[in-house]
């Protein structure tokens, strides 16, 4: 047997009373946590929910997200996390393509109601058959008609429960992945996989007891999920949410909380030095702060210096995919630090550089990179073709490019062709034009990635419009504004006669990531 919901209950029988996490002023002890997640547990069976049914999963750093996330697993189910910033077409898909039978959505509230885009999505999926409204008053009822809240479907269940036997080659977790090729594929993650590269984490970081995670990466994400939630509670430590990422406020709580661990993508750093670097809160966070990790986007040297000077602390990055569970290597504590690497494989991983036809490349030379050992995915969900096109004997293409030098650090020189990484978010461009060919007034689109002072990088749509159009750059924003993803949609747009296209009609995009450009529009900086 083996199953990711023990990494909560070893150290809820170890350590009880220890606080789990902490959101605000409510503080969760592991018991606490653990009878909470036995609880929805019991929901699910009493529900119909059997083992290897996939159940959906909408909720932003809250202590819910582990409670059902575990429970999920406890029951025996596959767990599907969901971005929290999808809209109702979205959802629906998600939910389709996953075969989702149960759907846990957090509602938000009067002044922001998420939940209705997770209503409305459930509505359009036939096959989930239960929807439970995560409330953020639990005692009240749902803002949504006829949504069952979480709160009255736990009421006077049972906080005892058996965890069902499922073993290391299940399926634990499915985590939706676009890369480059249109709608979002489904990475099916094992009991063992994520275990193991949790156990690795743990081990890698040096985790104590005594560790206190300031978790603003959003738990939804592979990176949240295994370096901090699974590897943190498997280690005991205190998980200090933020449900989104403030740099004041993260201030704020690392001082308060005594913060020992931060993980964030390279912006959230950059967030941390935009304030008074001899405030008391910063001396506070110095003297406490043993351990800074980087991922999703690559740092700047310039800002892992800086980050050093005023905390005390070197950042160590690594690097991931959620096919990769996701950590795959990193700058190990105890060996050198290379400023621009993302370091050696972790434990139980290999790397290598591949040419396109899988023959290894020397130390020095540009290849992509192919990953196999405990991490790596047992493929995409309902998607054989998909799965056969990047493994090949255990290796994984993950379509990044690299060098490696001579003591075997590797050095990303290009992420996967066409992707943004939009303020640590993936935005994979083909989805995006697929959604905005859909305006009557569009005849031709093309999404590239351009630079961006804060975000990393801004969406940008070059557009050909059908003749006759008047269409706008603010009409089209709005319009996608409301089909998509508030990290998605773009906020440039250029109009323009034609595109640059190879003689077989293949877009030129690097002739459009480099083309000048204007800035944002007044009003898009979210």
Not at 146 to 164: E, I, K, Y
Not at 373 to 379: D, F
Not at 485 to 504: C, G, H, I, N, Q
Not at 515 to 524: I, L, N, T, V
């Amino acid at each position: 047997m083996l199953n990711l919901a023990l990494m909560l209950e070893g150290t809820a029988e170890r350590l009880p009373g220890r606080d789990a996490v902490v959101l605000g002023d409510t503080r969760m002890s592991y018991a606490h946590l653990n009878d909470a997640a036995n609880q929805v547990a019991n929901l699910l069976v009493d529900s119909g929910i059997r083992p290897g049914d996939r159940v959906a999963l909408s909720c932003p750093n809250l202590p819910y997200f582990p409670i059902v996330y575990f429970g999920i697993l406890k029951a025996g189910g596959v767990v599907v996390p969901l971005n929290v910033l999808l809209k109702a077409g979205e959802i629906a898909y998600h939910l389709r393509d996953s075969g989702a039978k149960a759907y846990f959505c957090f509602e938000g509230t009067r002044e922001l109601p998420m939940g209705t885009e997770g209503w409305s999505g459930f509505g359009q999926a036939a096959g989930c058959e239960h929807f439970f409204a995560i409330s953020a008053y639990p005692h009240a009822p749902s803002l949504i008609d006829g949504a069952r809240t979480l709160a009255s479907a736990l009421a006077g269940r049972s906080p005892r429960f058996q965890t069902v036997v499922t073993e290391a080659t299940d399926t634990a977790v499915i985590l939706y992945t676009s890369g480059t090729t249109g709608q979002p594929k489904g990475a099916e993650l094992t009991h063992a996989n994520l275990v193991m590269n949790a156990l690795t984490c743990w081990r890698l970081f040096g985790a104590a007891d005594q560790d206190v995670h300031l978790v603003t990466l959003p738990l939804f994400h592979s990176f949240g999920q295994t370096v901090q939630m699974n590897a943190g509670l498997y280690g005991g430590a205190t998980l200090v949410l933020l449900p989104r990422f403030d740099a004041s406020t993260a201030l704020a709580l690392m001082a308060r909380e005594r913060v020992t661990f931060f993980a964030g993508v390279p912006t959230m750093y950059w967030g941390l030095l935009s304030v008074d670097r001899k405030s008391s809160d910063v001396r506070a966070i110095a003297a406490n702060l043993r351990m800074a990790i980087s991922g999703g986007a690559p740092l700047p040297v310039e800002i892992l210096e800086q980050v050093e000077e005023v905390y005390g602390v070197r950042i160590r990055e690594g690097y991931g995919l959620s096919e990769t569970s996701p950590v795959a290597s990193f700058n190990h504590p105890g060996r050198e630090a290379k400023p621009g690497s993302v370091g050696q494989p972790i434990w139980g991983v290999q790397m290598r550089l591949v040419d396109v036809d899988w023959n290894e490349v020397p130390d020095g030379e540009q290849g992509e990179i192919a990953i196999r050992g405990h991490n790596v995915m047992k493929g995409y969900h309902g998607r054989p073709d998909a799965t056969a096109e990047v493994l090949r004997d255990g290796w994984f293409r993950t379509g990044d490019v690299a060098r490696r030098d001579a003591d075997g650090y590797y050095f990303i020189v290009d992420r996967a062709k066409d992707m943004i990484v939009r303020g640590g978010f993936n935005v994979y461009p083909r989805e995006i034009e697929e959604t905005i060919l859909r305006h009557p007034d569009v005849s031709l689109v093309a999404v590239v990635g351009v630079s961006h002072e804060s975000h990393g990088e801004e969406v940008k749509a070059f557009v050909i419009r059908n003749p006759g159009s008047r269409l706008t750059e603010a009409e089209l924003v709005n319009w996608c504004r409301e089909r998509m993803a508030s990290y998605k949609y773009p906020r440039l747009v250029e109009f323009r006669s034609d595109l640059p296209m190879t003689s077989t009609g293949k877009i030129l995009k690097r002739l459009l990531r480099d083309a000048p450009g204007k800035g944002p529009m007044a009003g898009s900086g979210e």
